[in-house]
């Protein structure tokens, strides 16, 4: 009995190494082989479930093993979960039967003009932006970052394992995309998460704990920033037009900012023109394409870029073909459009739409990298 059971951990372990290595089949065979001698582990039987559907092509039915794989065994062989989702949803993309806009509000535009290699590029960059935010607190390139928890979040095991410390503030409504505040929700509300600071200094969490106590006014909001790692130049940006003026999308207060900018009339408003440094690219932001986790004070921020630097350094070491992906993405031509409530941003092959602000006119930013 214990034989079979050590055999069949065997093949699990050896089943989990291949699809790290994005050999599907071989680890599929190897799984069988561990599920045939145990057949009572359902965390096998999904990871074979999975790769076998990847193999017959059937994406949806892979990521839905997957999820239920996480569900019941969540944190568990993270690697060779990961490396199943990412073959999944390449395949998925490829079939055109999902869009790779994990990035909400991200909708690809009808027609042929888009790319699958777009799509590829996309789907790669979505998922780094969070990888690195994590990391530059992990690695202490700033002191604490915000993250929303959900029940039981995996994420809790890794703060362990990384030697963080995390404090919860509050339990919020979930949504997607953009924020600009948040819906406190009920405890035990399932549409919640609990908004979470994390750092490597307890004491720093602390104080950030009786900021949000108190109610975060401007100072406090200068303070954070300084704990977030922001430059001061867009901190006190930051505080002039996001907190004072209550203009909570400011790009194009930030394309204003911009050295080199062009400013002309648009029907019902204004645009700018500006030419910008992808590091300072927060137009995609609603669909979590960014680099920079704050708002920059103009979209060329000497400070901003320099930070920034030390962030794509640090996700190279993740992922450099990830890394690449986003800073293309974000140096695609783009055109940012914020009226009444609504911001739209427009690129070759997609477009975002997400809640914003109402400004008193229509503004436009047009970018391009440069
Ligand atoms: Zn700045």
């Not at 395949?91 to 690809?108: D, E, F, K």
């Amino acid at each position: 009995m214990r034989k079979t059971a050590d055999a069949a951990q065997g093949l699990a372990r050896k089943g989990l190494a291949l699809f790290e290595s994005a050999r599907y089949a071989e680890a599929l065979r190897a799984f069988s082989k561990a599920s045939s001698l145990e057949p009572g582990r359902c965390a096998w039987t999904l990871l074979s479930q999975a790769a076998c559907h990847i193999a017959l092509e059937a994406p949806l039915k892979a990521l839905a093993a997957l999820e239920r794989h996480e569900h019941f065994h969540p944190g568990t062989s993270e690697k060779a979960v990961g490396a199943l989702r990412g073959e999944a949803r390449r395949q998925a993309v490829a079939a055109r039967l999902m869009s790779p806009a994990l990035a909400p509000g991200l909708h690809w535009k009808p027609g042929l003009r888009t790319s699958l290699r777009l799509q590829a590029l996309v789907e790669r960059a979505t998922n780094i932006y969070a990888e690195i935010e994590y990391a530059t607190v992990r690695e202490g390139l700033r002191e604490i970052g915000f993250v929303n928890l959900r029940p039981a979040d995996p994420l809790v095991k890794r703060l362990e394992r990384d030697g963080l410390s995390l404090r919860r503030l509050v339990r919020v409504k979930t949504y997607t995309g953009f924020a600009h505040h948040h819906v406190p929700a009920a405890e035990g509300d399932p549409n919640s998460w609990e908004h979470t600071v994390i750092g490597r200094d307890p004491r720093r969490l602390d104080e950030v704990h009786r900021l949000f106590q108190r109610g975060l006014d401007g100072p406090g909001h200068a303070r954070l920033g300084v704990l977030l790692g922001f430059p001061p130049c867009c901190i006190a940006f930051f505080g002039r037009i996001w907190y004072d003026r209550q203009m909570w999308d400011p790009i194009f207060e930030a394309g204003l900012n911009t050295r080199g900018k062009r400013r002309g009339p648009v029907p019902g408003g204004a645009q700018v023109t500006v030419s910008g440094h992808p590091y300072c690219n927060t137009l995609l932001r609603y669909a979590g394409l960014r680099l920079a986790s704050w708002l920059p004070c103009s979209l060329r921020c000497p400070e901003t870029i320099a930070r920034a630097q030390a962030w794509v350094d640090l996700g190279r070491r993740i992922d450099g073909r990830a890394v690449d992906s986003l800073l293309e993405v974000l140096a695609l031509p783009l055109t940012w459009r914020c009226a009444g409530g609504e911001a739209r941003v427009e690129a070759e092959g997609f477009f975002v739409n997400a809640a914003s602000y109402c400004p008193p006119e229509v503004k436009v930013v047009r970018w391009s990298a440069g």
